[in-house]
């Protein structure tokens, strides 16, 4: 069933209001019948809080015991599947001793009985923005040792998934269908920068709720949402990642909550349109990949990612599969659907193909003849043998291998990306036999990608001349720390998230095991330095919303590792056949002008 627009009595007075899209986004305090207003910051709050933190207490108590868990927190949906071989296994109990979450009990809590998840569940509740008393998201970090805030106090989208996931996985469905509604509206905000604006169907980096003067009335005060598309944030990065994401959490919300009525919406489905034709418009691309600016996506500044970065491609093609789960079958849209299924088919063949790397595939690049000029050319980007980093001779284990972070003509950029190459298991980009490789690869290279604090955003780290030219000498970039090599413990619930989908979730307990020692104690941070991750990371924030979700959420999938499959897109049959035709097709040897899924779609 499809949602109208008349259905829109039935939504929050908030919803209702923002349904209007000329003028502000905002609505009146005054006219609110919220359930809960946060500005009241009263007993009730207080209240609500005492009373959420003691349900917290006693939920956190009992993920200790994995079999304990039942349906009863509102997440029967997934449970009620028959269980797999795989989720037996991670029942039993001997499995779980391997996992280490049998006697996790003792090992989480400290002497006064106080337990690392009971904080983490304090401070991402405290980490809630509301927007009219209703939750809409959480604010990116909540440093009170930090006087400039910067851009760390709004809510940002690729920030609020962690926080999603962990709200989805503890049954509190509302703060996610919020954020979902409220991001929606956004999506159509005109915004420009320098009279230029970004194009339709673009989500924003980040929102910030603010509370301004009311229009022709000095004593009251309305609140608006102002939403950032980039045209605010350092480096005026457009946030590429952002509309990806928002299908990837609308997916999950239906499949945790088994709320469906969300993504049935006629505007969700028009917002899910939007983002797909913003994605798949024609330009003048060559490559099926998607093109876009340095720092559009969880990296946003200047890292030499511009082109075709694993990372955006991974979502893309989740999103797509996402996407094509959600849409509304209807006349109008076979086009886009039949635009998004080639869109799949030539994504990942040309990911499964080109940006993959082992001891083989070096091999062969290191004998490549290059200036091939022909349409039967081995060596299709012209790449020369001798842009393989010295480093990477050494690195590269026998066994295992990995998506190398961007593509280009004659350009490979050799560097591992983690979130790309995570989301890339998680989606099913990689083919299986990849997916383990990559987990291979990250248990040789543990000491490497993991060292003290998981987990290193790429590797290795840009230094020297090449920092110089590739970051334009960014301070806050230098080798190891930040976005260069920085460790980021956000990544752990991806991590799990992945390892589970290769049923390995001992790698994702062992990294789990290493973050929960010092997470707490250094306060959360955003990311760590030097090669080791030893170092909180100098301009670190603490208290980092997507650090403390990142680890809520792996803990509580490894404890019920069924719920991670609302994240992974399960291999789909179809595309494997049209990629096995096309290894045929686009074998050398092939004959030229044999083009079978050659076809011209209107989007
Ligand atoms: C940094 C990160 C970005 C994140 C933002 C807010 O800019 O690079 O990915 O969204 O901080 O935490």
Redesign the pocket.
Known sequence: MIMGISDAASLGPCEVLSGCYSGLFASKKTQLKAPFNPHLKSKGRRAHLQKKSQFLKFQCQKTDGVTEISSEDGNGFWRKEPSTVKNQLLHDDAFQKVLGVDDTKQARRDKKGFCIEDEGWNLLHESIVYYCGTPVGTI??KDLTDGNALN?DQV?I??FIPSGIAFLLKGEYDIVRNFILHTLQLQSWEKTMDCHSPGQGLMPASFKVRTVPLDGDDSATEEVLDPDFGEAAIGRVAPVDSGLWWIILLRAYGKCSGDLSVQERIDVQTGIKMILKLCLSDGFDMFPTLLVTDGSC???RRMGIHGHPLEIQALFYSALLCAREMLALEDGSADLVRALNNRLIALSFHIREYYWVDMKKLNEIYRYKTEEYSYDAVNKFNIYPDQIPPWLLEWMPNKGGYLIGNLQPAHMDFRFFSLGNLWAIISSLATNQQSHAILDLIEDKWSDLVADMPFKICYPSLEGQEWRIITGSDPKNTPWSY?NGGSWPTLLWQLTVACIKMNRPELAAKAVEVAGKRLSADKWP?YYDTKSGRLIGKQSRLY?T?SIAGFLVAKLLLADPGAAKMLWNDEDAGIISAISFMTDSCSPRRKRGRKPLKQTFIV
């Open positions: 990116a970090a760390y940002f690729r920030d969880m990296i946003d976005h955003e980092q997507w």
